[in-house]
Nanobody, 120 residues
Framework: VQLQASGGGLVQPGGSLKLSCELSGNISTNHALGWYRQIPGKQREREYL?????????KYTESVKDRFTVAVDNAKRMVFLQMNSLKVEDTAVYFC?????????????WGQGTQVTVSS
């Protein structure tokens, strides 16, 4: 299983950006696809943002739930993160993420990260 993220870039405060992540390989029917972010040098761990959970819908962390939207296109095997009303503090490296559950085993996969910079 591999994840390939894209769509990062420079955007002004208040602007929008859409991240994409392409999934390759086979996954189980029990999985969660979503996004994390990390500020290099300031955060030890990646911060959970949102995901789409099979049979359980979408979940968001409180800080982004009114501005970000996560969506999955199963036919294209892609997960997206639409980010609106971006703030300077949203500047980070964004990672797509998969939790794939097989026979009770939870396997985690990460995309390579894409830089989002919010600045005027």
């Amino acid at each position: 299983v591999q994840l390939q993220a894209s769509g990062g870039g420079l955007v002004q405060p208040g602007g929008s950006l859409k991240l994409s992540c392409e999934l390759s390989g086979n996954i189980s029917t029990n999985h969660a696809l979503g996004w994390y972010r990390q500020i290099p040098g300031k955060q030890r761990e990646r911060e959970y943002l949102a995901d789409v959970r099979s049979g359980a819908g979408t979940k968001y962390t409180e800080s982004v739930k009114d501005r970000f939207t996560v969506a999955v296109d199963n036919a294209k095997r892609m997960v997206f993160l639409q980010m609106n009303s971006l703030k300077v503090e949203d500047t980070a490296v964004y990672f797509c993420h998969l939790v794939n559950v097989v026979d009770g085993r939870w396997d985690r996969y990460w995309g390579q990260g894409t830089q989002v910079t919010v600045s005027s």
